[in-house]
């Protein structure tokens, strides 16, 4: 999806706006989208970065102290307060109990996980993941329930011996009149080397938004049972030197 | 199939594409035997609209006839005559099922983008940029439609095509826009352009129950059908419109004002020079003069609807005037769907004929000349329709 944004125009669209704080913000996040990003992110600088910057804010912004939160699971999943941490939310016309069960079935997660390729079932409680990675390869881990409040709550780590050490959990609350809020959060920690290159074009530049994009993949599929797409559609001529 | 392709501003082609798939289990193909050019196309052709790609299809008011469709799609089956909204909605979120189909949460596969610049994205829609979905639109000989349980509706072969293709929105756009006004016994709505939509506002206000519609326009074509359909007519060339709606309101204001101009608006008041050279300087993105002055003459406690389309930041909207008057402002994309039927009864019972709006007839292989015409208004045009399975004949 990334390569279809059109910067230019987005750009073009900015400066149109002149000076406006607001818009310089709206163009900021357009920007962070562009493919150069994702190319950084490929690059593995990203991922020092992110271990540089972004460790302290993300973990007070995601307010993990609250003694009731799913974020305390995922820290005590990891032995501690360790790497980084990101929560993200989507409100689905649904109950708990269908969302739950779709979700809880991991094995449907490749359906809307875009990054995945498959997970399977080892045994109630432990699971195989297989994901991409760069230049057609794959990265592979196993992960266990760590905690589970059927119909509320699912909370993962990987186990031992996996590249990326990682932790999470996914809540659903009942919101009245609206369905059902499902929140996501996720802790890891970024690995260095060749895996964390890996670990960095998996989650993309912004990993908040890999999984914002996984969730609303997930609405759209409880909600209409299809994910919206134009992939495929016709087009003309895109470029005046094709044209005869 | 041929298609009416855009590549740049003012630069719109018809070429050879690829026919359209089924790309989703609810999608339908459909073969479009009428489809028109709206005004907001215009705004693509201009190149007010960010986010529009050379090779995009355009075209967001079409019908035809199901040719194929999706295996969850129950409600269409090939060879039914449908008209198309212009929204794409899943029908299945918290909005469609209030029926606040525009708002659709579903429908736009680019949400992030319009996440950024709106907060919150809303529907999917035919032929119009990326920042609505990237859909192909239906100025084509065939058109791709998702969702297709949802939005198309089946019309009677007694109806014409073009007694109901302008279901697909500047119908429903402007009855939407005269029932945002919330009419009572006596109101005095004003109408502020006299393109397709504004002409089908104010039949739609007169047969809502306004007492009198006052239309303000420049183009003398646009005047007189405006005039034909019940209106009192403002030159705004040629007189103060504030002046004349304000005498003609007994002095106290229209009750409702309609902005069914939009982001483009021209004007030959100062305000109105200064829009123009701020967006050509790129230092504003919209140019509102229609809406300044339907804020600046509406009556105290009225109402200002707007189904004009604005697209991004609006420079001096006098909204001291709208706070010490006391406004109401409703706005936005239509929900066409929750208009199609009860508009579509409206025309069997002869309460109005749409195709009224109609000046030109062409071939699709027209469509640029076509929108050459539309945009620069000449041979009296006010409303465009194409066929796509015509052949030019030289």
New interface residues.
């Given amino acids: ?1 990334t390569s ?3 910067v230019a ?2 750009e ?2 900015a ?4 000076g ?1 704080a607001l ?1 310089a913000y ?1 163009i900021k ?2 920007k962070d ?1 562009s493919p150069m990003g994702a190319a950084l992110a490929a690059a593995g600088t990203a991922l020092i970065y992110r271990g540089a910057t972004g460790h302290c804010a993300m973990y007070e912004a995601a307010g993990i102290n609250t003694a009731a939160d799913a974020g305390t699971e995922t820290k005590r999943a990891l032995g501690g307060s360790r790497g980084v941490l990101v929560e993200e939310a989507v ?1 689905i ?1 649904g109950s708990p109990e269908e969302l739950y069960a779709f979700w809880r079935n991991f094995e449907q997660l490749p359906r809307f996980m875009d990054h995945l390729i498959s997970v399977k079932q080892l045994d109630q409680r432990r699971s195989h993941w297989v994901a991409r990675a760069p230049a057609g390869r794959t990265v592979e881990w196993d992960a266990e329930i760590v905690n589970e409040i059927p119909n509320e709550l699912i909370g993962w780590r990987t186990l031992d011996g996996a590249d990326v050490i990682s932790a999470g959990s996914v809540r659903f609350k009942p919101a009245p009149r ?2 059902t809020e499902v929140r996501v959060r996720m802790q890891y920690e970024p690995p260095a080397g060749k895996a964390g290159a890996a670990v960095a074009w998996l989650l993309g530049l912004e990993p908040s ?1 890999t999984i ?2 996984d969730l ?1 993949r997930f ?2 599929l409880m ?18 030197l094709n044209y005869d | 199939m041929k298609a009416l392709v855009w590549h740049a501003t003012n630069d719109v082609r018809v070429e050879r594409v690829p026919d359209p798939t089924i790309l989703n289990p609810r999608d339908a193909i459909v073969k479009v035997t009428s489809t028109a050019i709206c005004g907001s196309d215009l705004h693509l052709l201009d190149g007010f609209i960010p986010t529009m790609q050379a090779g995009d299809i355009l075209g967001h008011e079409f019908m035809g006839e199901v040719v194929e469709v999706g295996h969850e799609n129950t409600r269409l089956k090939v060879g039914d005559r449908v008209v198309v909204p212009f929204t794409i909605a899943c029908g299945r979120c918290f909005f469609c099922e209030k029926q606040l189909w525009s708002l659709c949460d579903n429908s736009n596969p680019n949400a992030w983008m319009a996440e950024k610049l709106y907060g919150y994205t809303t529907s999917g829609l035919f032929g119009y940029s990326r920042l609505t979905g990237g859909y192909a639109g239906g100025q084509a000989q065939y058109a791709r439609v998702p969702f297709a349980d949802v939005g198309p509706m089946k019309v009677p072969d007694s109806l014409t095509d073009e007694q109901v293709l302008f279901l697909s929105d500047i119908f429903p756009t402007g009855y939407m826009a005269a029932e945002n006004c919330e009419i009572k016994q006596g109101d005095v709505i004003a109408v502020w352009g006299c393109g397709p939509v504004g002409q089908m506002a104010i039949r739609s206000a007169l047969l809502l129950g306004a007492d009198r519609v006052l239309a303000i326009d420049d183009v003398p074509d646009r005047l007189r059908m405006a005039a034909e359909g019940g209106a009192e007519t403002i030159n705004f060339d040629q007189e103060s419109v504030f002046e004349r709606v304000k005498i003609l309101t007994g002095g106290r204001g229209p009750d409702a004002c309609i902005d069914a101009v939009g982001l483009e608006a021209h004007g030959s008041t100062l305000d109105a020079y200064i829009d123009k050279a701020k967006t050509a300087a790129f230092l504003a993105t919209d140019r509102p003069n229609a809406l300044r002055q339907a804020i600046h003459a509406c009556r105290k406690g009225g109402i200002v609807s707007i189904p004009g389309v604005y697209g991004g930041f609006l420079d001096k909207i006098p909204f001291g005037a709208a706070f010490q008057k006391g406004l109401t402002f409703k706005m936005g994309q239509t929900h066409v769907m929750k208009y199609m039927k009860p508009l579509l009864d409206r025309i069997e019972r002869g309460d109005i004929d749409p195709s009224f709006v109609i000046t030109h007839r062409l071939p699709l292989d027209d469509a640029p000349n076509a929108y050459k015409i539309f945009k620069e208004k000449r041979d009296h045009c006010i409303k465009v329709v194409l066929k796509p399975h015509t052949e030019t004949v030289h």
């Fill in positions: 999806m279809e944004i059109n125009g987005a073009r669209w400066s149109a706006l002149g406006a818009t709206a996040q357009l989208r409100t016309n609206h369905g938004q914002q994009e609303r609405k759209q909600e209409t049972g299809e994910i919206p797409t134009t992939k495929g559609q016709p087009r003309g001529r895109q470029s005046i």
